[in-house]
């Protein structure tokens, strides 16, 4: 029906904004990192530990969003968490100890690991409902307004104090809101297509331990491809300067060139899914991402190296949407949010995995690993192509 097309239309739109406003609002408190580390006097390792506030906050808070979700719905957890996150960004710039900061961290984190839980739970209903795999679509937004985000901080860096940058991302932030929210809070979740609901009067269907295990495969899934995302943003630049002896501006190209791919691999997603299906989607992406790492973590030449990253970025793309979306087609808010603590598990184990191994061994060797998980998510991808068929 047009009616009900223009309906699902309009709430697209707005879950795509929310997505956005995620990827904004985080990466322009990322990159104030460094000057909010200044103001504070904290020594490396005591920011290290403050940062863990937004791990343990948003950890925690993704294994109870499920619940809130089956209680108030998707939307309204949805907003709720937009407006704590554009407030709590702006609370980092107010602090003077590492203690402090890693308090507010814990807000800041619990909001953005609820938030995420409740629009990709969202964005799985809004899926079933149009019957179209559309979810690579949301991801490319987060994607892109985490570049927007980074790009405006590092403009207003050096004209703008912290406190006022992240004051700024909260007044954009609460309008963002106020104008895309109005829409969430008046439509309810979409159900599935008529032939896929239950009989009436018929009991819900209860998670058995097939599903549970579904789940957490695609969350395993989630996890392998975090765990390439962490460890770049960490790793890549500084692994094309001391290895490659790029320079500074050369190495930091090698994530821009990560990332760009990620965000047209996601642009390109749906089409891709469409004509390849989840599984081959899956396992022709891990496959990509491993033969891509090989070549950014071994090549001896920079233009290699930065062709790798960008193969990778491709590659990765479109695991994490799929994992997540098929998690919550199995089990609906509980699934999202088991996928999404692993995915967000393995992004914190990225990074100071690939430390312990560069000691152990060397930064490239220790890099390889993101090509072996890659890898491994296609394997778990092909292992479970009929069991997690929908």
């Known amino acids: 029906m047009p009616g009900n097309g223009n309906s699902l239309s309009r709430l697209r739109s707005a879950i795509t904004v929310f997505f956005a406003l995620d990827g904004f609002v985080f990466a322009g408190w990322v990159v104030r990192i460094p000057a909010i580390k200044e103001q504070t006097g904290a020594s490396a390792s005591a920011l290290g530990l403050a940062l863990l506030g937004v791990s343990a906050g948003a950890v925690v808070t993704m294994i109870l969003t499920g619940r809130l979700c089956r209680r108030y719905g998707n939307h309204r957890v949805t907003v709720a968490c937009a407006v704590l996150l554009s407030l709590s960004v702006a609370l980092p710039p107010l602090t003077h100890s590492a203690l402090a900061l890693g308090l507010v961290l814990l807000v800041f984190g619990a909001a953005y690991g609820g938030i995420n839980v409740a629009f990709n739970s969202a964005a799985v209903d809004l899926v079933a409902a149009m019957r179209r795999p559309i979810m690579p679509s949301f991801h490319a937004a987060f994607s892109l307004g985490g570049m927007i985000g980074a790009g405006l901080g590092a403009l207003v860096a050096g004209s703008l104090s912290p406190t006022r940058h992240l004051l700024l991302l909260t007044v954009v932030g609460l309008v963002v809101t106020a104008v895309a929210g109005p829409t969430l809070l008046?439509?309810?979740p979409p159900g599935p297509p008529e032939r896929e609901r239950p009989a009436?009067?018929?009991?819900?269907?209860?998670?058995?331990?097939?599903?549970?295990?579904?789940?957490?495969?695609?969350?395993?899934?989630?996890?392998?491809?975090?765990?390439?995302?962490?460890?770049?943003?960490?790793?890549?630049?500084?692994?094309?300067?001391?290895?490659?002896?790029?320079?500074?501006?050369?190495?930091?190209?090698?994530?821009?060139?990560?990332?760009?791919?990620?965000?047209?691999?996601?642009?390109?997603?749906?089409?891709?899914?469409?004509?390849?299906?989840?599984?081959?989607?899956?396992?022709?992406?891990?496959?990509?991402?491993a033969a891509g790492m090989l070549l950014g973590s071994l090549a001896p030449a920079l233009w290699a190296a930065l062709l790798g990253y960008a193969v990778t970025g491709v590659g990765l793309a479109n695991l994490f949407p799929v994992a997540v979306e098929r998690a919550g087609a199995l089990a609906g808010p509980s699934g999202v949010a088991t996928a999404s603590t692993l995915g967000y598990g393995g992004m914190l184990l990225g990074p100071p995995a690939i430390g312990f191994m560069a000691d152990w061994f060397s930064l490239p060797t220790a890099l390889t690993s993101v090509a072996i998980l890659a890898a491994v998510a296609a394997l778990i991808g092909f292992a479970t192509r009929r069991a997690a068929a929908p």
Not at 220 to 228: E, F, K, S, V, W
Not at 283 to 289: E, I, K, Y
Request: hydrophobic share 45%; net charge positive; aromatic share 6%.
């Open 186 to 188: 008046r439509q309810k």
């Open 200 to 289: 009436e009067g018929a009991a819900p269907r209860r998670l058995d331990g097939r599903t549970r295990g579904l789940v957490l495969v695609f969350g395993l899934i989630a996890g392998c491809t975090a765990y390439g995302e962490g460890a770049l943003a960490d790793w890549g630049a500084l692994h094309l300067e001391e290895d490659l002896d790029a320079s500074p501006g050369a190495a930091a190209i090698g994530y821009s060139c990560f990332a760009l791919a990620m965000t047209v691999g996601r642009l390109t997603g749906t089409t891709l899914l469409e004509r390849l299906g989840r599984t081959r989607t899956v396992v022709a992406g891990g496959a990509t991402a």
